[in-house]
Structure formats: structure tokens, C-alpha cells
């Protein structure tokens, strides 16, 4: 077997393995466009004001657990407290910080100490105090040990006296309309929808990303941002939506999940066993469900509820991306009998696989794609100039992708100005040789980690900004 | 052609996609400043807007009437939702358009949560028509009856009562919940009566309209409330004495004696949050962290035995509950 023939080899598996995955998302950006035309005609007919003052709203208690969270708390908790919805409860769980997460809520938000008790349906670390706003019940501060995230949002399940439940990061400012808009689509079809997230912007600063509470200013157009805006971007309109439409939504996003709560009660809470609990808790409910046979929905919806914080270096969005990618690793093994299962639907049909080849083996292809493509050039397999080409139409291939994801967010709310909309467009053919082989290596860490059975979170430090009083 | 010249045309092909793609976008943002906030040129759910927002000024009221009434059982689910948007600003004025609603929410047209607050925004216009809902078959449709009633006191203290003992777990808590709006006696009798319910929402339910109702004299028998085997009840029994005032007071240091030991915690709770300062409060108030280290250790604590339950998937009412 000579070098040119594993090569040829080589170009060939690449080729056949990029034109599959490309396939798959040229389905799913299609898939997101229908979704896209749906959600349009709907909001013709939005009634948000009707929900944000009925008494017939369902009850919301949102979980907030935050770990060292000091710099962005307050104006996380602060922004919850404005949300336009007539009935819902802000439960922080403070897991433990060892910085002062807490005294800084207290000072700011003037909190007191109080008494409560809890359902204790799913177990957590013990809670050690209590703390609430004089005049606002609507706010719980728990403090407890530290157990994880995981352990932080079963902590609030316990305590949470709503009908839904919404985990949500602590780095995450809310827009106003935030519960009202997943609301309204959960009560559409409250029978069958047990579970929604929603599409979410990043910054640097959140805090400083909304005006008036409610207008998204726009991202950020430093590279760093502007590629994670289109990453984010991309998961949200061409697989979340997409996903959500075909009912396999693979990961409710961390950053703002609603469930059920007697769901997830029943399904034991978020597991403690993971690196992260959002992709690995969707899969249970999928599987649970699944199982008993249940018709149900986990739903995407596609407007903007809030900022949520970027990482602001190369070292922190590789320290998050190799997390993210070890927790694919470690829930896609653990569900690996639902893989190609017809017992498990689309799930199994269609999920599994599609993060199977998208994320498990994108790695080794990846990598494998980038060394032949090099490696033909350099022995002369293909010319230069087709070198040149076959890298030209790669980044167009992916820019297509991307920009059909801006076009269906630009169809849902034009929040971008067109300047920074230009500025984006004109970033995406360099996002596959800046960013991507960025997140390639991230993966392929997150790979090696997971290989060696690392299950820490690796939280990357916040952004440094002047603290809000 | 060759294998450069594929590969040449391909590329050419997607950067043409790409470039048609930028197009659409940047004509999107110059038609919008055109046309800024006109929604919904097209589709039959603009019509019934466009309808809805006309008909006050046109009053061509038997067109509307038909598009709306033929929009409600649209197989479109946004149809359906902008219909009943329609019909719930028609309904200030025009009865069929009370009476179309009240048709939705009984034939299941739309989501019942969007209904029924369409209806709750209309009161006290809907009143007697509501009724007949009470005697619906779904439980769905008897539940928001029920609900949509608390708007009209003296017609809830006449019609929901019987509520109080329907097989719905759900439609008995919600009545409760109606008749608390009432504070009259008929309520507070019924709270009694469904104290010892075998469902925790009904009876948590009952301790909150017994303490709406009466107040701190129905504290003999919120009490022993504290010490139910469900969270829920005995969250419900603390807030409703905290509520109550230092009136309460004896009768819950005296729960502090309790063998129960959720009964202990919940009192030494209320005590607290009434600012009373008490050797055995404080004691009990320190006992809540070995016992969570205790479920730590032993796993769930409440209910061990339970049957593990099926999510009520099918059934909307499910999600109409109230805790």
C-alpha cells in the first residue's frame, strides 16, 4: 500500500464524510426555515400582554444556581425581578461560593435572613440558610454546600412551588419578555409540551447588553464574540429549531431550559454523574418518555431571551468547548442503545446519529480532513490551485450554512444593525480557518479528557468588568 | 471537465448561493424600512386580525363573525390562537363573540389556558354562560369553569361548592381556590369538610381558603395541617399561620411538643417568621440540617413508598394545576 494511495484513501472518506454531514445540515437549515415561516405567521397573532397579566398563567420558579458568581449576580437576580409575568419565583441557590457571591447579594439586593422549607424530593448537598428580599417574596436566596450544578438545581427543584421549573445561568440577563414569550408557546399545548428553551445572545458584559431591559444593542463584533455569535447562532436556528420541529431536541441549553416539574421530579432531578446536566437530563426525559410510550414535545423557539456571558479568550472558549464536548461524549455512551433504536423514535433514528457523526467522529475527521487536504498539496496530489479552490469552497460551503442562520434570526426580530450584520457576513468565510479549527482542538481535548475519565467543570474565570453596586 | 473544473463550479455554485443568500438578507432590511412594522400581509390569521382590529369601526359584524367562528376550528394553530385573540376584543362588544369562546374552550378548539384568560379578561360580560361549562364531561373544560366562576362571587357561592366534591382531584382544589375569592361561610365549610382529602393539592388547598376565610380562628384546625405527610400541605398550614399573626402563637408552640417531626420543623418555622424567640424554636431550627444529612444519606425522604407515577401526559388539565 503506497503513501498516495492511503491518501486517496483518505480524500475519498473525507470527501464522502463532509458531503453526509453537509447533507444533514443543508436539511436542517431547510427544516429551520419552515420553522422559521411558522413562527412568523404566529406572531402576527402574539398576545404576550394577555399572558403577562392573566391570573390563568401558569406558575414559573426559576432556578438560579451560582457558584464564585460575585461580578454578574446581582445584575442576573436584579433583571429576573423586572420580568414582565404574573406569576413566578427567582430561587438562587448559592452552592457553596468560596468568593462573596452571597455577601454581595446581600449588600446589593438588601436581603435578610429567613426560614423556608423544602419538598426534598431529589436529594442534594445540605441547605444551610436562607435568605429573602424584606418586601418581595417572590425571591429565595438558598444557601447550601457545594455539590456541582447539578446538585445546585436539585436543591432548587426542592424548593421550587411552581408548576414549571426554568434553570437558568447565573451569568444570564433576562429580557423582559423572557417567561412571557416561552410561556405562550408552552400553553399553546400545555398537554404535550414538557420541556423549551430559547435562544439566547452572548456578550462580554451582559448587563450592558440590553436596552431598557428588552432590546438586544446588538453582539459584539470583536472576532472572538462575533464568531461565537455565529456559532451560537447556527445552534440555535439551524439545529435546536430544526431539532425541536422534528421533536428530537438533543440539548434544551443550559442557559435557559423549562420543564415540567412534576417531570422532572419524576425523572429524579438533574444527575450529578455529568460533567453537564442539560444535554444529559433531555436525553432521560427522551428515554423515560420514550419508554412509556408518552406523546410529548420539548419545543425551541427562536426569539432572543436574554444575554448570556462569552468567554473573552481563546483559553476560557477551549476550556468550555472541551467541557461541552465531554459531555456529548459522556451521555451519547451512556444512551447508546437508544442509537438507532426505532423503540426511541427520531430520537434513535435520527438524534444519536446525527450526533454521532457531528460531534463524536467530527474530531477525528476533522483533524483527518485538514492533514490530507495539506498532505495532497504538499505531494502534489492536487495542484495549488485546487488547494485554493477546494479551501474556498469549504469556507463558502460553511458560510452558506451560517448565513442562512442570520437570515432566519434577521426574518424572527431584526435586532441586528445592518452595519454589524455586514460586519458578520464579511467574518463568516474566515470563521472555518480562525475559528473552527479552534473548536476542532477543543473537541479534540474534550476527547482526550473524557478518554481518561475527567468529569470536572474546569469553570473558566469571568470576565473582568467594574462591579455594579 | 476536469477534476479542477468540478471543483471550480461547485464552488462557484455555492458562492452564488451565498451571495443570493447576503441579498435576501440586505433586501429584507430595505423592504422592512418601507413597510416598518406592517405585520402580516399574508395568510388567513392576517385576515382575522385585520378583522378583528376593523370591525369596531366597519361593523360588518356577520362577516366577522363568520371568519372568526370558521378561524376557531382552523386545523392551523395560528389561526386558531389569533381567532381567539380576535374574538376576546370583539367580545367588549358583541355577545356571539362570548358565545364563540365559550364554544372553544367547550369543543377543545385551542389551548384552554388561552381561552379561559380571553374569557377572564371579558368579565363580567360571560357571567350565567359559563354554567353549563360546569357540567361538561372534560375535566379540562370544568376545571376553567370553575376557575373563570372566582370573577363572580354570589354565581361561585351558588354553583361551585358542588365543585368541592367532584372526582377531579384538580377541579376540587380549584374550586377551593374559587370560594376563597368569596370569604363567605359556604367557603369555609367546604375547606372543612375537604381537610382529611386524600389528595395533598386539595388539602393544601383547603388550609389556604380555612385561613382566608377565618383567619386565626380556624387555627385548631390548620395545625395539625404542620405535621401532613405532604410537603405541600404543610407549606400551605405555615404560610396560612404565618399569615394569621401572633394570634397563633400558643397553638403552635404547643405543636413544638409534637412527636411529628415534620410538625416540629414547620411550627418552628411559623414561629419564626411571627419574630417570636423561643428556646425550642431555636433548638428545632437548628434540627433541619441533620435531618437533610439524614436524606443525604438515606436518599428521598418524603413518601419513600410511593408508586412511581405516570406523568399525565395526555391530560391538559394536568397542567392547569395549582399548588
Redesign the interface.
Known amino acids: 500500500v503506497t503513501f498516495e494511495a492511503l491518501l486517496r484513501t483518505s480524500v475519498l472518506v473525507c470527501t464522502l464524510y463532509l458531503l453526509v454531514v453537509y447533507g444533514m445540515y443543508v436539511w436542517l437549515m431547510l427544516v429551520g426555515f419552515v420553522e422559521t415561516r411558522?413562527r412568523?405567521?404566529?406572531?402576527?397573532?402574539d398576545?404576550l400582554d394577555?399572558?403577562a397579566s392573566?391570573?390563568?398563567?401558569?406558575?414559573v420558579s426559576i432556578i438560579v444556581p451560582a457558584y464564585n458568581e460575585s461580578i454578574g449576580m446581582p445584575d442576573a437576580v436584579r433583571s429576573l425581578l423586572t420580568i414582565d409575568y404574573p406569576d413566578f419565583e427567582v430561587i438562587v441557590v448559592n452552592d457553596g461560593s468560596t468568593d462573596d457571591t452571597l455577601a454581595g447579594l446581600i449588600d446589593a439586593l438588601g436581603l435578610v435572613r429567613?426560614?423556608?422549607?423544602?419538598?426534598?424530593?431529589?436529594?442534594?448537598?445540605?441547605?444551610?440558610g436562607y435568605y429573602r428580599l424584606p418586601r418581595d417574596r417572590r425571591l429565595l436566596v438558598v444557601d447550601k454546600s457545594n455539590g456541582g450544578k447539578a446538585d445546585a438545581l436539585n436543591a432548587g427543584l426542592n424548593h421550587c412551588?411552581?408548576?414549571y421549573v426554568c434553570a437558568v445561568d447565573a451569568d444570564m440577563v433576562f429580557t423582559r419578555t423572557a417567561l412571557s414569550r416561552a410561556m405562550r408557546e408552552i400553553?399553546?399545548?400545555?398537554?404535550?409540551i414538557?420541556g423549551l428553551t430559547s435562544f439566547f445572545e452572548i456578550a462580554r458584559e451582559p448587563a450592558k447588553s440590553l436596552e431598557d431591559g428588552v432590546r438586544f444593542t446588538g453582539p459584539d463584533t470583536r472576532p472572538i464574540f462575533a464568531f461565537q455569535t455565529l456559532d451560537y447562532l447556527r445552534s440555535f436556528f439551524n439545529n435546536r429549531i430544526p431539532w425541536a420541529r422534528h421533536n428530537f431536541m438533543l440539548c434544551a441549553a443550559g442557559a435557559f431550559q423549562i420543564w415540567?416539574r412534576?417531570?422532572v421530579d419524576?425523572v429524579g432531578g438533574w444527575s450529578r454523574d455529568y460533567t453537564c446536566e442539560d444535554i444529559e437530563l433531555t436525553f432521560r426525559v427522551h428515554r423515560v418518555?420514550r419508554a412509556?410510550g408518552?406523546?410529548?414535545r420539548i419545543a425551541c423557539l427562536p426569539d432572543c431571551v436574554g444575554v448570556t456571558e462569552g468567554p473573552d479568550t481563546l483559553r476560557k472558549l477551549v476550556s468550555q468547548r472541551e467541557r461541552w464536548q465531554r459531555v456529548i461524549l459522556e451521555t451519547c455512551w451512556d444512551n447508546r442503545r437508544m442509537c438507532f433504536n426505532p423503540r426511541y423514535g427520531k430520537v434513535g433514528l435520527l438524534g444519536l446519529p446525527y450526533y454521532l457523526l457531528s460531534e463524536i467522529v467530527a474530531p477525528v475527521f476533522e483533524t483527518l480532513a485538514l492533514a490530507t487536504l495539506t498532505a495532497s498539496a504538499v505531494t502534489g496530489l492536487v495542484?495549488w490551485?485546487?488547494f485554493a479552490?477546494?479551501t474556498?469552497?469549504i469556507m463558502?460551503?460553511n458560510?452558506?450554512l451560517t448565513?442562512?442562520a442570520?437570515?432566519m434570526l434577521?426574518?424572527n426580530a431584526?435586532t441586528y444593525r445592518?452595519s454589524r450584520?455586514i460586519r458578520l457576513?464579511a467574518l463568516m468565510p474566515l470563521e472555518m480557518v480562525v475559528y473552527r479549527p479552534v473548536i476542532a482542538w477543543a473537541r479534540v481535548k474534550g476527547t482526550w479528557r473524557y478518554a481518561r475519565g475527567d468529569k470536572a467543570w474546569h469553570k473558566f474565570e469571568r470576565n473582568t468588568r467594574v462591579k455594579t453596586a | 471537465m476536469d477534476r479542477g473544473g468540478t471543483v471550480a463550479l461547485v464552488t462557484a455554485l455555492i458562492g452564488v448561493c451565498w451571495a443570493m443568500m447576503i441579498l435576501v438578507i440586505l433586501g429584507g432590511r430595505l423592504r422592512r424600512r418601507e413597510e416598518r412594522d406592517q405585520r402580516g400581509e399574508v395568510g388567513e390569521w392576517a385576515l382575522l386580525e385585520a378583522t378583528a382590529m376593523a370591525a369596531p369601526a366597519t361593523g360588518t359584524v356577520a362577516e366577522d363573525r363568520v371568519v372568526l367562528l370558521q378561524g376557531l376550528q382552523s386545523s392551523e394553530p395560528e389561526v386558531r390562537a389569533a381567532s381567539v385573540t380576535a374574538l376576546g376584543r370583539l367580545g367588549h362588544r358583541h355577545e356571539w363573540a362570548i358565545d364563540g369562546l365559550i364554544e372553544a374552550l367547550a369543543d377543545g378548539y385551542d389551548s384552554p389556558v388561552r381561552v379561559t384568560a380571553v374569557l377572564d379578561d371579558l368579565a363580567p360580560r360571560p357571567g350565567t354562560r359559563l354554567l353549563p361549562l360546569l357540567r361538561h364531561p372534560s375535566d379540562s373544560v370544568r376545571f376553567s369553569a370553575v376557575r373563570l366562576l372566582a370573577r363572580y362571587p354570589s354565581l361561585a357561592l351558588r354553583h361551585v361548592p358542588d365543585a368541592t366534591r367532584d372526582a377531579s382531584s384538580q377541579i376540587r382544589a380549584a374550586a377551593l381556590e374559587t370560594l376563597r375569592a368569596t370569604t363567605s361561610g359556604e367557603a369555609l365549610r367546604c375547606a372543612l369538610e375537604r381537610l382529611e382529602d386524600p389528595h395533598p393539592l386539595v388539602r393544601a388547598h383547603a388550609v389556604r381558603t380555612a385561613g382566608a376565610v377565618a383567619g386565626a380562628r380556624c387555627v385548631a384546625l390548620v395545625v395539625p395541617a404542620l405535621g401532613d405527610r405532604s410537603w405541600w400541605v404543610r407549606d400551605a398550614a405555615r404560610e396560612t399561620l404565618t399569615a394569621a399573626g401572633p394570634e397563633v402563637a400558643d397553638a403552635v408552640l404547643a405543636a413544638l411538643q409534637d412527636e411529628n417531626v415534620d410538625m416540629r420543623g414547620c411550627a418552628a418555622l411559623v414561629l419564626q417568621e411571627l419574630g417570636i424567640e423561643h428556646e425550642p424554636v431555636v433548638e428545632e431550627l437548628a434540627r433541619p440540617v441533620e435531618r437533610i444529612l439524614a436524606v443525604v444519606e438515606g436518599g428521598r425522604r418524603e413518601e419513600p413508598s410511593r408508586p412511581r407515577r405516570v406523568v399525565p401526559l395526555v391530560l391538559p388539565i394536568a397542567v392547569l394545576e395549582t399548588a
Do not use: I
Request: charged letters at 30%.
Open positions: 411558522r412568523l405567521r404566529e406572531r402576527a397573532g398576545d394577555m399572558l392573566t391570573r390563568f398563567a401558569p406558575g429567613a426560614g423556608a422549607s423544602s419538598r426534598e424530593v431529589v436529594v442534594s448537598e445540605p441547605v444551610t412551588r411552581n408548576r400553553v399553546s399545548d400545555p398537554a404535550h414538557v415540567r412534576d417531570l419524576d418518555l412509556r408518552a406523546r410529548y495542484d490551485q485546487e479552490l477546494l474556498l469552497l463558502l460551503a458560510s452558506v448565513t442562512g442570520l437570515l434577521d426574518l431584526k445592518l450584520m457576513l
